[in-house]
C-alpha cells in the first residue's frame, strides 16, 4: 500500500492527473477497492530490467481498464511511480493492456484522457496505438493553470507492433 500511495501523491503524478490535494491513504484504498471490483482489470506494471531488492522485477506503476461490458468499450487509465519514467515503458505497457482489453475482454473501444501539456504520455498513447478523437477546453489544470484534455481512443485495428523494452504486467 505504501508504494501505491508514494505513486499516487508524487508531484508529477499529481501534476498530470490535475490534481492539487495529497491523498491519504483511506481514499486510495477506497480507489483501489473500486478499481478492483466489478469488471475492471488493474494490473501492476514491472520494469523487467530492474531487480526489487533481489526479490524479482522491480514494480513501477498500475495500469486499469474500467470496463463498461454492455458496450464493449473501456477507459484507460495508468500511473507510473518515479521510478518507472523516462524508462520507455508506458508505451510497451499501454500495448500491454491493450491486448488484454482487445484479446481477452473483448473489448471493441479503450479510451482516455491526458492534458494537454502531457506531451510525453501522449506520444506514449500514440505508439501504443490510440489515436486522437477530440479536446475538452479549458477542463482540467495543470499546476494551477487552465489546459485541455486530449481524447484519445484505440480499437482492435489500431494497434501497433511492440518494439523496445516490454515490461511485464500482473
Known amino acids: 500500500m505504501d508504494v501505491y500511495l508514494r505513486w499516487t501523491n508524487d508531484p ?8 492539487t490535494e495529497l491523498e491519504d491513504r483511506e481514499a486510495l484504498r477506497t480507489g483501489l477497492d473500486v478499481m478492483l471490483s466489478g469488471e475492471n482489470r488493474h494490473v501492476t506494471i514491472y520494469d523487467p530490467a530492474r531487480r526489487d531488492h533481489g526479490a524479482g522485477p522491480l514494480p513501477v506503476g498500475t495500469a486499469t481498464l474500467s470496463i463498461d461490458r454492455p458496450v464493449a468499450a473501456a477507459e ?22 491493450l491486448d488484454v482489453g482487445f484479446e481477452d475482454e ?14 510525453a504520455g501522449i506520444r506514449a498513447y500514440k505508439q501504443a496505438g490510440f489515436r486522437l ?24 485495428t489500431s494497434r501497433t507492433s511492440g518494439r523496445g523494452r516490454q515490461p511485464v504486467a500482473t
Do not use: C, F, K
Request: charged share 25%; hydrophobic share 40%; aromatic share 4%.
Open 12 to 19: 508529477v503524478t499529481m501534476r498530470g492527473n490535475g490534481r
Open 76 to 97: 484507460y487509465l495508468i500511473t507510473l511511480g518515479e521510478e518507472g519514467r523516462g524508462r520507455g515503458l508506458a508505451a510497451p505497457a499501454t500495448r500491454l493492456v
Open 106 to 119: 473483448g473489448l471493441e473501444n479503450v479510451y482516455l484522457t491526458v492534458l494537454e501539456p502531457n506531451v
Open 133 to 156: 478523437i477530440g479536446h475538452r477546453r479549458r477542463s482540467a489544470l495543470w499546476a494551477g493553470r487552465r489546459v485541455d484534455e486530449i481524447l484519445m481512443d484505440a480499437i482492435p
